[in-house]
């Protein structure tokens, strides 16, 4: 077992009992070195002749304690670039909804409700498979839930290029948008190999990635539409999800989904990995984690215990209002500008819906460069949501983004120029875009692994339900009462900000729990 045996001695000296002339008289009991060692250390409970040797010499560490104790690293820098391409991706195949649809206007000659159906059955599609990815997630691994909802969004985006028409172009997107509702499981994978003090940063920054896939989309559909079309789009679009599928060879499964299902060696291996990569240590002693082989994963139920049933109600309006106000203030910032009141942004009034076709128009170079300005607004919002989400905590962050949303999406209903309206507007995106990636933060913070990719799935699908009513409100009822549409959408706001308060749990500096039992047992501390 020991390649060299040493006697010590008082001090630094020690005797060699390794020579040949000794070789054949050692024999030396490892439990009779240890005692040897530690003959002069007092008395207590560390040093008992009636514990066993390993129960003394063993330390112990829990993974988000190996995690913080191996630090933010290359590791977590890869991770961070390649769940950050997840999020391009699906920001683009999000982005180009806004494109398609006056294109596919035009060419088929679709009414207003088509067009609109074009947008809704994506959000119909992630919302009906939200919850089921979560739950794919959490009993079979992160990793092969992402690879599997990336070739699957990957293939239907690349046949909906091939639509023939507009019916077989709302089936192919609405399995795309199936596929697109496990996206925000690459967040639960990537939270859970974060350092505690970093965590929330780098949830937030990693959204930057969005807010780029969705100004490249743009970019690249004023590059391609002019020349080759919306089909040509739709196909290049579904490319970098197929790019992300490959890197995921890479990517390795989370050491905590490993721990719920007791293989504790993967989970070692794991954190080795990382230590390796990050050139750092592994903490000395033996993982340890709460027995979990009586642990349900993936059960809806588990959502609604007494300890979590009301942070999960409440998350789910948070949620809802999240997707609401961000989708409606991006299809408001058009309706908006062509609103015919001669008010919000026209100086002229006119006919919204001329009865021709003749007259049909595209997306022109003006419009798309206007839709990657306000694409911009996202980045101060984002980087707000850094600066304040540690000083203020997670909850009031998101109350106070709720808020701001609130104040300057009710100054759009003054009458003004165009240029107050488009500032009112932009902030009131970059708001809503931080108080957005706030709730990401503190989602998966508040679930235990062996329920928090189901506890995300479900609360994005709540956002979907938003996403769907949202156009009702920007497109349809703006049309009847602008006053109206935009009230609307201050007082869900304003709503979403007391929900924000009335968290019962603040997740700053809180360790990542990996089952339920350790969260009650947690929350119980807190309160008391």
């Not at 040493?6 to 000794?22: K, M, T």
């Amino acid at each position: 077992m020991f390649s060299r045996l040493v006697r010590f001695r008082r001090g630094d000296s020690y005797e060699d009992l390794h020579g040949d002339d000794n070789a054949d008289k050692v024999e030396m009991d490892i439990t009779d070195m240890y005692r040897e060692m530690n003959k002069d250390v007092p008395p207590d409970e560390s040093s008992r002749p009636d514990l066993p040797v390993e129960t003394v010499a063993t330390k112990t560490f829990t993974i988000q304690e190996a995690i913080d104790t191996i630090g933010f690293g290359k590791f977590q820098v890869k991770l961070s670039v390649l769940t950050g391409f997840a999020w391009m991706a699906d920001a683009m195949e999000m982005m180009i909804l806004s494109i398609l649809s006056p294109a596919l206007h035009c060419e088929w000659q679709l009414k207003g409700i088509q067009e609109a159906s074009i947008t809704t059955v994506v959000f119909c599609g992630m919302m009906l498979s939200s919850s089921l990815w979560g739950s794919i997630c959490d009993k079979y691994g992160r990793k092969k839930e992402l690879i599997l909802c990336s070739v699957f969004t990957c293939y239907f985006g690349i046949l909906s290029a091939f639509s023939p028409n507009f019916y077989w172009m709302l089936i192919l997107r609405g399995l795309v948008g199936f596929g697109i509702g496990g996206a925000p499981q690459s967040v639960t994978l990537y939270s859970e190999f974060l350092p505690s003090k970093s965590r929330a940063r780098c949830v937030v920054l990693v959204e930057i990635f969005w807010a780029l896939g969705a100004c490249f989309e743009v970019l690249l559909a004023l590059v391609v539409m002019p020349r080759y079309g919306w089909s040509t789009l739709l196909g290049l679009s579904a490319l970098p999800l197929l790019f992300f599928s490959m890197s995921c060879a890479w990517l390795p499964e989370s050491a905590r989904y490993d721990v719920t299902r007791g293989d504790y060696d993967k989970a070692v291996a794991t954190l080795e990995r990382v230590a390796r990569e990050n050139g750092k240590p592994m903490p000395a002693g033996k993982l340890v984690e709460p027995v979990t082989e009586n642990i349900k994963r993936g059960q809806y139920k588990d959502l609604f215990i007494p300890e979590i049933r009301v942070t999960t109600v409440l998350l789910w309006i948070i949620w809802l209002v999240c997707a609401f106000s961000y989708y409606g203030i991006v299809l408001l910032t058009t309706a908006l500008f062509e609103n015919p009141d001669g008010c919000h942004g026209t100086d002229v009034k006119r006919n919204p819906e001329p009865k021709c076709f003749l007259e049909c128009k595209t997306l022109t170079t003006d419009d798309y460069r206007d839709l990657t300005w306000t694409t911009f607004a996202e980045f101060p919002g984002l980087f707000v949501t850094v600066f304040i989400i540690d000083i203020l905590g997670r909850k009031k962050t998101m109350a106070f983004q709720f808020f701001v949303f609130t104040v300057f999406v009710l100054l759009v209903n003054i009458c003004t120029k165009r240029v107050w309206l488009t500032l009112f507007l932009f902030v009131a995106r970059a708001f809503i875009s931080g108080a957005f990636q706030a709730a990401y933060v503190y989602t998966p913070e508040i679930y235990p692994t062996s329920m928090r990719a189901l506890g995300l799935g479900a609360c994005s699908g709540m956002a979907r339900i938003g996403a769907i009513a949202t156009p009702f409100v920007a497109q349809v009822l703006l049309k009847t009462s602008p006053y109206l549409s935009i009230s609307i959408y201050g007082t869900m706001c304003l709503i979403a900000t007391v929900a924000s308060l009335l968290l019962p749990i603040e997740t700053k500096g809180r360790e990542m729990e990996d089952t339920s039992q350790q969260a009650v047992k947690k929350e119980s501390k807190d309160k008391s």
